[in-house]
């Protein structure tokens, strides 16, 4: 495989240095991408340099991992209009410990020779006096190398204007690679586009501080047909941490993919074989509805960060609310865990226990309907319906379902028999097309709602 090629049929490839191919096609290279420990997770922004380095270890490369535990307490201003706030030593250090064990799902760094390698460079700063970094490191590029680079020019430019700490983050990520390039023979480093000038600061020092010889390759930053930015929704950054982003909402954010980006990402964001994504585009345009490329790629995505378990949940979640495939008793064998997770995407409404005594008493569903609450923090509650008066209009109108099973004026309540663990009851709920809750009978709300929320955190 060469590496080169693969990037650019997939459209990823952006810049690449002179000689940089013919490095590549030798032998294996050691070659490293910085990834920046802000948040205790990656997000969807992170893919596209991820699989740039599942590319380059399946070419028989060997990649290095950087977390940026030194860079992370200083900034990087390349594709900012502000400097960020800085981070303490301690959440960057929880950080790392969650950015390591995602990256661990990609690469495999127990195959050989070229097997992946995690290094932090906080561990060769922790030490490096401010005197012996100007001495060692700052004398070596001159003042006006730095102010050329663009992610400088148009920060001085701006109204905000630059800190010195901002201004000599290039020098410490280009002592990065000339610490990797002198101590692991790491002689390429990629990146996305915008880290161009950062990337090419560390080959300078390498060449005048080493007197040796480094490479640079970058690749596409990912961008979205209409112009909006890639990997967020309003809902705010799509992650790959499941108790950020619920399985279900990854799996949906690649789902609603559009069309053109559809074609872009299924080359980007998956494995596929050039002859598969080709067989797939073949597909969708001749039948664009049934979105041939956002199903193979959603799937193909959710189990490489997920898992195919988490996937099989979702495949539930979709045919049970959006078709007849799976009934409501098709769920009674799952357990707890799997059944909240299958609807984990649903608002969850309550019953307190000692609310529904007239609900049994009676028999009554307009009883039962008029019981399902929703609870805030602050103990707050809002019903599902309005009124009484309301859920009988909509059932007259055949718009109330329980447990997928249309309501009829005239039917009790112990009609619809609940899905039974740990001596909770759950109901689901439609009002209308666009409403649904999970209704659980238990007896004390607030206590429930705190084991729920304990059991979807503690997702394999």
């Not at 000339?178 to 060449?207: A, F, P």
């Not at 809902?235 to 950020?244: F, P, Q, R, S, V």
């Amino acid at each position: 495989m060469n590496f080169v090629e693969e990037l650019r049929w997939r459209g990823m490839l952006h810049d690449i240095m002179p000689g940089t191919e013919d490095l590549l096609n030798k032998g294996m290279v050691s070659g490293y991408i910085g990834f920046d420990p802000t948040a205790d997770s990656l997000h969807v922004g992170s893919l596209a340099q991820i699989m740039t380095m599942i590319h380059f270890q399946r070419a028989g490369h060997k990649p290095f991992a950087l977390v940026g535990g030194a860079t992370g307490m200083v900034g990087d201003p390349s594709g900012k209009s502000a400097e960020r706030n800085l981070l303490s030593e301690e959440v960057l250090q929880h950080n790392l410990q969650g950015i390591k064990s995602q990256l661990e799902k990609f690469m495999d760094f127990d195959c050989g020779a070229n097997s992946a390698q995690m290094v932090n460079n906080y561990d060769w700063f922790k030490d490096f006096t401010f005197l012996d970094f100007i001495r060692e490191v700052g004398k070596h590029i001159t003042v006006n190398y730095m102010m050329a680079k663009d992610s400088v020019k148009k920060r001085l430019d701006g109204e905000t204007g630059m800190s010195f700490t901002e201004f000599t983050y290039q020098l410490v990520q280009g002592y990065d690679f000339y610490y990797l390039w002198k101590n692991h023979n790491c002689i390429l480093q990629m990146g996305g586009s915008d880290q161009w000038g950062n990337i090419v600061t560390g080959t300078e020092l390498v060449r005048r501080k080493g007197a040796g010889e480094a490479f640079a390759l970058t690749t596409q930053l990912i961008k979205k047909s209409d112009g909006t930015k890639f990997g967020k929704t309003e809902g705010g950054n799509i992650w790959l941490d499941a108790e950020k982003t619920s399985p279900y909402k990854f799996y949906q954010f690649w789902l609603n993919t559009s069309d053109e980006d559809a074609r872009a990402y299924i080359r980007i964001f998956t494995l596929f074989e050039k002859e598969v994504i080709e067989s797939l585009e073949a597909e969708q345009n001749a039948a664009p509805h049934l979105r041939v490329l956002q199903k193979a790629l959603a799937k193909d995505i959710t189990i490489r960060v997920h898992g195919e378990a988490a996937l099989k949940l979702i495949e539930i979640t979709v045919d049970f609310t959006f078709s007849n495939k799976f009934q409501w008793e098709d769920l009674f064998n799952y357990s707890e865990k799997e059944f909240l997770l299958i609807f984990q995407s649903t608002t969850t409404f309550f019953i307190a226990s000692h609310s529904f005594i007239n609900v049994i008493v009676e028999d009554n569903i307009l009883n039962f309907l008029a019981e399902i609450r929703r609870f805030d923090e602050d103990g707050n509650s809002k019903g599902l319906f309005e009124s009484k008066t309301e859920a009988k209009k909509l059932i007259l109108n055949g718009g109330v379902y329980i447990n997928k099973s249309k309501v009829l004026i005239d039917q009790r309540f112990s009609d619809f028999k609940p899905f039974e663990k740990n001596n909770n009851k759950y109901f689901f709920v439609q009002k209308g097309k666009k409403n649904s809750a999970l209704v659980v009978l238990c007896d004390n709300v607030s206590l429930e709602m705190n084991r729920l929320k304990s059991i979807l955190e503690l997702q394999d």
